[in-house]
């Protein structure tokens, strides 16, 4: 049995991030993976940044941002960490891993001439209060911080876990061991003067301490952070305030009054827009002019105006990774030191990028919400602003709530919340100033709502049938009982509604305008069709250890900018889940099928009145390892099964990454018991394959039908091609298989515009695009003339 597949342009990695305040100069990508990036002016005006690398360090000269060039590569130790600080004419480099020390890069000659040596002394440890003596060579180091006095901070190195003290002064390329202090891991940390801030990620707090006698450091406060895995702190210019992150998914960037050591207070938090809703982890800070530059992992950068310490407000973002949203990818470090004011910033998979921000401070907006009635405060009521990128934000339990942006004038926001009339209020924002509000919110009514769901043709009474009414700000969900009637209260205004069972197709009312009690009739059409809006009961039967089937809401999954798991579910379906394999996590390997099979098996379908069934569905397929020279292994199938009979209906191709439809006829003579009948979607991995081996599944659009249909033929397979680079420039570069008929292809954006289209000709192995264009995301679709397409992104 052979399927009809149908191809369809769906982008599943456009993130939520929106750039804003930012111009792009320039971007450098790299064969390896990057670490943390750093700085550097010399006296006569040039900039120079270093980029740490999986395999290295890079020098560039960045003086022209649009034409940056590298000067030196130095090879190091392959480590995944690596991370640079600077001291008048000298660079230090650490890695987390190996043996390299300390990388000294000297830049007094630059850019005519830079040299280097690796400083690997053996240093005599001796510390009573700490209680360790020993000698040890200075071998690794997972981060470093120098003062403005030329005193280096190792952090978290084999020395000691805590803090190494270093003096660059007498020679800078010999550096003179000090001391230590901190019994905590100390994973990063700020230094003014002579106080210390550190970072202690495992003991979840940042500590202080006196360092005017080096000899004897004194802890002299401490605070717990909100998400207890304190990674980064800044202080501000006046060093009143200190600004942290904790390195968890949805965590905050934090401000803390410090001026009173022995009463730290919280002041105010901020997240990103994506972290509220899709997992992002906020990662190294800095403070620079009142602004908070954060690097946010796989949100890429942000600005925050911290002028009012009690009201942090994003107002700038550059998003470096163009991949999906959550765990450790994307920008690892920022740098916004540069006499330029261009910031740099690198990101673990894409490189290096230097930004042009445009500083704007906030405008800002405070007040309460309140019931119109009552005059009692409202928690949780959504205020969003009706233009972007301003956070949506809700009102605290005493109904208070604060917002801002980098925006002036006239704009208007809508205030909601369930069980009451949406709002919406215009108000006239200027930079700097705060505009104090009153939200009055007039309660809805409450009316019975009586529904009896049927069969359409037979019109007996559907029980256990699912009910689902929804609107923005508020969503009921129940089912009938066994009379197929059900009654809720719902408040008045415009519905949607949505009802379905196993065995009937989806019924939809796209308005159900609730005025006062009513009764609704709701008939629904034998048939079998599953969006997974609601729970049917599938059910999932494996012998893999991780990878089982589940019916969510997917996590997009990537191996840079190409999609594992899809970002999304079908779309244009019902509701926003689809049945996936282990969707957990954003790591690639972490969720996928590993070891075995995992079957999704769907509930009992009766065959026997319909003559020529038709199965239907998109799926999601992704095979391969994430090492390229390693042939994938496993596979994605499709069964039928009568109980005493299982049937192969087809196996489906192995590395798609896209939602595709399949259309299979069904022999229905070929099963034993067609009135219980269940469809089966395996997906399997050899048990004893590579662990870096992937395999993903995705369905959605589950549907049967009957009759005979002239469109169902022989699959129409992917075309097979490769477009790089894979960031889009000035120029792209499509190879393909040489085929005996002309190939259409589109260049498409974003927005799913068509901005260029040309001819792949027959007999041509590839061709190279030239077209100036905006920066951003493209799409390249290849198109054949028997209909088959594919997409690249670019």
């Known amino acids: 049995m052979r399927p009809l597949i149908i191809y369809f342009i769906f982008l599943p990695f456009i993130g939520l991030t929106q750039n804003y305040n930012m111009e792009l100069m320039s971007h450098v990508r790299f064969a390896d993976d990057c670490a943390d990036v750093w700085g550097y002016a010399d006296t006569n005006g040039r900039e120079y940044a270093f980029v740490g690398r999986v395999t290295g360090t890079s020098v560039f000269d960045v003086t022209d941002p649009k034409k940056p060039v590298e000067l030196q590569f130095i090879p190091g130790v392959v480590n995944l960490w690596r991370e640079i600080k600077t001291y008048k004419n000298r660079a230090y480099v650490v890695a987390d891993k190996g043996a390299d020390g300390v990388l000294i890069i000297n830049m007094s000659q630059a850019p005519a001439k830079i040299t280097w040596s690796f400083w690997h002394p053996t240093l005599k440890v001796d510390d009573k209060t700490l209680g360790i003596s020993k000698t ?11 003062d403005e006095n030329g005193i280096c901070f190792l952090h978290g190195s084999n020395v000691h876990q805590g803090l190494v003290m270093l003096d660059l002064n007498k020679n800078p390329d010999v550096p003179e061991y000090i001391g230590i202090f901190n019994p905590n891991y100390s994973h990063g940390g700020f230094v003014r003067r002579d106080t210390f801030w550190s970072a202690d990620i495992i003991a979840g707090e940042f ?35 200190a600004y942290t992150t904790d390195e968890r998914a949805n965590a905050y960037l934090e401000g803390y009054k410090v001026d009173n050591l022995s009463n730290i207070t919280l002041t105010d938090r901020y997240r990103s827009r994506t972290t509220q809703i899709r997992n992002t982890i906020p990662h190294n800070i800095f403070n620079f002019n009142k602004f908070i530059i954060a690097a946010y992992y796989t949100d890429g950068f942000t600005v925050v105006d911290a002028s009012d310490p009690n ?54 907006l405070q007040g309460l919400v309140k019931d119109s009635i009552s005059g009692i405060a409202i928690p949780d009521a959504l205020i ?3 233009i972007i990128p301003f956070n949506a934000v809700k009102s605290l339990n005493n109904g208070s709530f604060k917002t801002g942006g980098a925006y002036e004038g006239a704009t208007s926001l809508t205030i909601s919340k369930a069980g009451y009339e949406v709002k919406h209020l215009t108000v006239n924002l200027n930079t700097g100033l705060i505009i104090d509000t009153t939200v009055l919110l007039k309660p809805l009514k409450a009316f019975t709502l009586k529904t009896l769901v049927i069969d359409a043709i037979s019109k007996q009474p559907l029980k256990n049938t699912n009910i689902l009414l929804i609107r ?9 009982g066994d009379n197929g009637s059900a009654t809720v209260v719902a408040h008045e205004g415009k519905w949607q509604l949505y009802s379905g069972d196993w065995g009937h197709q989806y019924k939809k009312l796209d308005v159900l305008d609730i005025a006062g009690t009513q009764d609704l009739t709701i008939e629904l059409l034998k048939g079998y069709e599953d969006n997974f809006l609601f729970n049917y009961g599938w059910t999932a039967q494996s012998t893999a250890v991780a990878g089982i089937w589940g019916r969510t809401e997917p996590l997009g999954t990537y191996i840079e900018d190409k999609a594992i798991n899809p970002e999304y579910d079908l779309p244009d379906d019902y509701g926003d889940q689809c049945m996936i394999t282990g969707n957990g996590t954003t790591a690639v390997t972490a969720g996928d099928v590993d070891g075995g099979y995992t079957r999704l098996i769907s509930p009992a379908i009766n065959l026997t009145s319909i003559s020529k069934p038709f199965i239907h569905f998109a799926a999601w397929t992704a095979r391969l390892n994430i090492f390229d020279t390693i042939p994938a292994g496993g596979s994605f199938k499709i069964f039928i099964t009568s109980g005493s009979d299982t049937l192969l209906i087809d196996t489906l191709p192995g590395n798609l990454s896209a939602w595709t439809f399949y259309h299979f006829p069904i022999d229905k003579s070929t099963l034993k018991n067609q009135s219980n009948v269940s469809i089966i979607f395996e997906a399997s991995e050899p048990v004893n394959i590579d662990a870096r081996n992937v395999v993903e599944f995705g369905i959605d659009g589950f549907s049967i039908t009957d009759g005979t249909t002239t469109t169902v033929q022989t699959a129409v397979h992917p075309i097979n091609f490769k477009v790089y680079p894979t960031l889009m420039y000035d120029r792209l570069t499509i190879q393909s298989e040489p085929d005996a008929l002309d190939r259409k292809i589109e260049l498409i954006d974003q927005m799913g515009r068509k901005v260029y289209e040309t001819t792949f000709y027959k007999n041509q192995a590839s061709m190279t695009i030239q077209k100036d264009l905006i920066s951003g995301i493209y799409f390249v679709k290849m198109t054949a003339k028997n209909g088959a397409s594919d997409v690249r992104r670019c």
């Open 207 to 241: 500590t202080v301490w006196d360092l005017k006698d080096k000899t004897k450091p004194k802890k002299i406060a401490n605070q717990r952070t909100g998400n207890a895995f304190t990674h980064s702190i800044a202080l501000s210019d006046d060093g009143a305030f």
């Open 136 to 146: 040890v060579s200075l071998d690794r180091a997972h981060d470093l911080l120098i």
């Open 384 to 386: 969003q602003w009706d």
């Open 472 to 480: 923005p700000e508020e969503t009921i969900s129940f089912t009938t």
């Open 311 to 364: 009201h942090l407000v994003e107002v700038g973002a550059y998003d470096t990774y163009p991949a999906g949203d959550g765990d450790f990818h994307g920008c690892w470090g920022v740098y916004p030191y540069l006499p330029s004011g261009n910031i740099l910033a690198s990101d673990i998979e894409f490189g290096l990028y230097i930004v042009k921000p445009t500083y704007k401070h906030a405008s800002y």
